[in-house]
């Protein structure tokens, strides 16, 4: 490949991450309106003209450009975020995308661009600007216009000793400043406080040294102090840009005690020079000489040694991008290794009693590392599902504009971790159930009004770990799922006769049939129940599963049950024959020894195992793959029943061996053409075993 | 062996500049931020390299330009340092001048231009 095109697939690659960031950044600014998320998205703007114009993207980089101008209004305050220009630049991100996607080549592209940049003179023009400061008294800017989002103020505030002579209380000051926002870091200043003897109690000592996060402007935090100003020691320093890069931003360095201390205006510079001149040696730590000079309190220091601890904590998760197949690749040679292990095991049982057992106890040291080895790689194969979460907002805010309805995205446990695959393929699932939950789970504005609701709806993505697996939930606030009106539409669909008992998660289950679905009317977005069959086949796949609960009136919750990883199933061994096979634990429903009488043959089914009233289908594995098995008749041998896509098989066997965890190896296609098979493990003994796919054996013998 | 650290966030920008700069001769190392940069720089210097330039972003993660530069010039008086920017960038350039910057580019950049700079720079 020449430069030109490796520099355009790096700056391909590079776009896809930024305008997903975008995007995603976007949608929370219509919601939090925070003067840092304006930042990052003018420097993700910024950094995409940057590489766009190098990549030779010429359209792209002249509209990012135009683009790049329009947020720099917004940042420094002369435009406000409203939702005209955050629709403005969601749609921009479209068009840079096709055209990055077409080589900036798809038909269209310079009016779809020419309209956009029409539109952006419009807004410039258009849009009143914030004013600046009102001209004084009570027309203060109104909540709308102050809407770009909080500021932090650093306010110092010391007081003449004879302050209360003047009829003045501090305290009052201080009050009057709270109310006008959150306090979010505050320190008392006690250099001036006498011993207890030497105290005047009508004298004040005190001074304070804060951090206010307000929506206030400096006009009003100045008007606070009118009274006091002019001979009394007080500042008010707008630090947002500080602040915001300090607790926020990921522009961080390490800092030292010192600095922290200074920063937070606990120390000024004089005295951390004082403190640092009668340092002597490495020995004696800068917190512990300011304390003992008085310039600080011990809590004042641990509070700052908190502080470095964190920026030190953000620093070190520093990143390396790993591709997963070199991850499957150490799997695999992971795998080797404990065949190789399993080897010398054997070769340890030949030898004489003394030194096979030394060397079986060296063995078990080694096997133990090999454990915690395979749980290290497995650690970096998973990934948070945060930003798949966050690609919805989006597409929530879109499809309910579509339907008319405002829908807030409410995301929680974004940090929980899967495996990258699993979280590959959970993506569409979760845009089904999502729009399902805005197309049937959420009511129009007027009915939520009329039932006392939020006008609003909220769908909430929460992922949580627990016992070993991961869990999605899907919530909505909407009216819950109408059971009489699924029963209605079981019945009619011949699932349930009339009259038929049938428990709550029954008839939820029915949901996940092809063909049923409570909606009165057929939305567009949804359609009519088709798609939540496939979503349940697509998380079986991923060896999930998913269930429903709702309360009428409240919303519903869709639970997808997920294990952490694909690589490692739990399995029970079977031995047919000679020959030994892994069954997915998850897939078992039982297992049986029949009776002969259970055994029919039923026309069109073939052989059936009567459970318990119901027939399930027999099958004979030694049939399938072609071995000779130990027993030929059912009644001799085991039946395990497995489960998948709602069906039932009975598996003949011939022995259970147990439960063990199980790391796959994928097989190439030309091993096997059988969909039965899903791949093989090496067992403790070095043995081979292929893994049953339950799914694939299932549609394998039903045609 | 001689270094030229390439210091962007940007991958585009990085690999265009090393594809630009790569007949000089020299070993290019790529930095994404200026945190990046400085354990890249104590690395080959502790293999006993030395680093003939630095071409840095201004706007980064992590640790921005300035700040690089400022850091960079605690050890190193003379190791030549240019800043990229864009038009729209500047104010960044007296800031990184007065940081200890030697030059600057602006981006985009054509590549017979910023082959003249880096040339001019470590002659």
Redesign the interface.
Known sequence: MDDTRVLRDVFIREAADILASLESDLVRLEDEKAPELVNDIFRYVHTLKGSSGIAGFKSVYAFTHRLENLLDMVRSGKLAAGREIIDLLLVGLDWIRLAIDSGEEAPGLDEGREGLLKRVEAIIESTAPIPAEAPGGDAGPSEEEMDLGYRYFRIKAGFREDIFETGTDPLMIMEDLFSLGVVVERHTDRKRLPELSAMDPEKCYLGWNLVLKTKSPLQKIDEVFMFVRGDNPISVEDITAQYAISTEDPEIKEKRIGEILVAKGILTDVELNDALKTQDGENTRIGDLVVAKGYATEREVQFALGEQEKIRKRIETSTVRVDTGKLDKLLNLLGEIVIGQSAIAGIAEELDEERGFMLKNALYGLDRTTREFQEQIMSIRMIPIGPSFEQFRRFVRDTAHAHGKEIRLEIDGGETELDKTVIERIDDPLKHMIRNAIDHGIEPASEREAAGKDRNGTITLRSYHQEGNVYIDVVDDGRGIDKVKLRARAEQAGLLKPGEEASEAKLLSFLFLPGVSTAEEVGDLSGRGVGMDVVKNNIESLRGSVEITTRPGKGSTFRIKLPLTLAIIEGMLVRVGRNVYIVPLLSIVESLQPRKEDIRTVKEKGEVIQVRGEYVSLVRLYDLFGIEPEFRNPWESLVVIVEAAGSRVGMMIDELLGQQQIVIKSLENHITKSRAVSGAAILGDGRVALIIDIHGLIEEISR | MKHILVID?????R??VE?TIKKLGYQIRQAENG??ALEKIAEIQKAGDDIALCICDV?M????GI?FIREFRKTDKFTPVLVLT?E?ENEKVSAGREAGASGWII???QPAELLKIVEKFIR
Do not use: L, Q, W
Request: aromatic share 10%.
């Open positions: 966030d940007s991958p585009t920008i690999v265009s594809f945190k990046d706007n993660p992590v640790m921005d700040t864009t729209s981006k985009p950049f």
